[in-house]
């Protein structure tokens, strides 16, 4: 069955330092989003991306964060200068349009330290 | 700004015991997914309900989303140990960019 992969699955970064998190969608689907979990908490929307745009962003996705879809197949998330407020869990998502479900990756461990 | 309740948070039950979790919004949803989380990893889909009154069976499970599409319910019959784990709610607007999730059940069956 398809699904979705992230690499690394664990990324130690010092603050300040630039990070990109990497995500593979399933491959028939157009819509791709980013979300986080800070530990014990919800799990929050950050960004969704389609047709090479950015479709909706949240408060959290501010000029640090960006997305691009660098090739047919990855999807990348990069948190320019990285705060410590930034460790989490961060999830890729992908869809086959905007109504159908999400499928999640297993998501990459962020810790700024 | 859309939110979604989830309850309870916590839920200890013994094995074969029936249990329901909720998910309860001001907002109307386009759809509305459940999913199960094990630790550290991502969320896995359970179901997608879509249509008001919807209910979808998933071996023991049973989800039922509201007429309104505004809440939705999680029932387990018969729980086994083996359905330990973070259940979580998570509504879909109607533009279909973002979703929003529900702070999550954390269920531990005892055999």
């Known amino acids: 069955e398809p699904e979705v992969t992230q690499t690394p699955s664990h990324q130690v970064t010092q603050m300040g330092q630039e990070v990109i998190l990497r995500c593979v969608p399933i491959s028939n689907h157009l819509y791709f989003y980013w979300y986080r979990q800070i530990l014990g908490q919800k799990v929050e929307f950050l960004v969704s991306?389609?047709?090479?745009?950015?479709?909706?962003k949240s408060e959290i996705f501010d000029d640090q964060f960006s997305v691009e879809r660098p090739d047919g197949s990855n999807f990348t998330l990069k948190i320019r200068s990285t705060k410590l407020e930034d460790s989490a869990m961060y999830f890729c998502?992908?869809?086959?349009?905007?109504?159908?479900?999400?499928?999640f990756g297993p998501g990459t461990r962020l810790t700024v330290l | 700004t859309q939110l979604l309740e989830q309850s309870p948070q916590f839920l200890s039950i013994q094995e074969g015991e029936n249990l329901t979790v909720y998910c309860n919004s001001s907002?109307?949803?386009?759809?509305l997914q459940w999913y199960r989380q094990e630790p550290g990893e991502g969320p896995v889909l359970l179901v997608t309900v879509v249509t008001g009154g919807e209910v979808k069976k998933l071996k023991r499970l049973t989800f039922q989303f509201g007429d309104a599409r505004k809440d939705s319910s999680l029932h387990i019959t018969a729980a086994q140990p083996g359905d330990t784990g973070l259940y979580l709610c998570a509504g879909g607007d109607n533009a279909g960019n973002m979703l929003t999730f529900g702070g999550g059940t954390r269920l531990m069956v005892k055999p």
């Open positions: 991306f389609y047709n090479n745009e950015i479709s909706e």
């Open positions: 907002s109307v949803f386009s759809s």
């Open positions: 998502a992908s869809s086959v349009d905007s109504l159908s479900t999400q499928y």
